[in-house]
């Protein structure tokens, strides 16, 4: 399930680390006031076996803004997006933000409109077409073909011959974290976007958007759409368009 915040700002860009990263403070502010001990329990220890933490978010959207080269535009109505499989969270979200009339997103007041949640599609065919909005970011072993490492900063685009096999390891994971049929599969990747770096609090994650068909249990894939795809969902990464 998925939050939809409709904001206006007088703002007119924000600087480059400011557009993912204040996402996942606002996100666990919410929980810290509404759900608190939710909130400790996902930032100590994540959830199910591997430690995942089960939200997401999006960069915030002002279709309206003028471009700038070299700026993120905002300006006019947008919207900024939380998600998570886990009912409890987005409840919590949903109460913390009918009780706020700003966000403040890394120094930028926006102030709220409106609350709208979205359900996700039904996935009835046991198929979906995910895009993102936002960078994947994976992390791969850091080898070479001959087995030697590389790097140990293995972070993966897309188009690189580890990608898939991590990508469909996390698809798997995810649904193990929250006890779901992990039998969810990439069949293809469809879209590969431009590279982009953002800096979040563990430093720049590099990564690029994606199109791509996952073929899955409906529950399962719907859980996906709440979440993100890939790797630190919770710092905006992988925000899949609704």
Do not use: C
């Amino acid at each position: 399930m998925r939050l939809r915040i409709e904001v206006t700002t007088a703002a007119t860009e924000l600087a480059w680390t400011k557009v993912l990263a204040p996402g996942r403070s606002l996100a666990y502010d919410l929980l810290a006031r509404e759900a608190p001990e939710l909130g400790r329990q996902l930032h100590s220890q994540g959830a199910g076996p591997y430690g995942m933490v089960p939200l997401g978010h999006g960069a915030p959207v002002f279709p309206q803004a003028t471009r700038r080269r070299g700026a993120y535009a905002v300006g006019g109505r947008g919207w900024v997006e939380l998600g998570s499989p886990l009912f409890e969270v987005v409840a919590a979200f949903t109460q913390g933000i009918k009780q706020r009339e700003l966000l403040d997103w890394g120094g930028t007041a926006f102030r709220i409109l409106n609350v709208t949640p979205a359900e996700p599609p039904a996935y009835a065919s046991g198929r979906g077409r995910f895009r993102t909005i936002t960078p994947v970011v994976m992390k791969g072993t850091g080898r070479d073909e001959s087995g030697s490492r590389t790097t140990r900063q293995a972070w993966l685009l897309p188009t690189d011959r580890e990608f898939p096999v991590f990508f469909q390891r996390n698809l798997r994971r995810k649904a193990e974290s929250l006890r779901l049929d992990p039998e969810v599969s990439l069949t293809e990747i469809s879209w590969v976007g431009a590279k982009r770096s953002f800096s979040v609090a563990q430093g720049a994650k590099p990564g690029a958007p994606v199109e791509v068909e996952l073929s899955g249990p409906p529950e399962t894939l719907q859980a996906i759409w709440s979440w993100g795809l890939g790797q630190a969902n919770a710092a905006g990464f992988g925000w899949i368009a609704a």
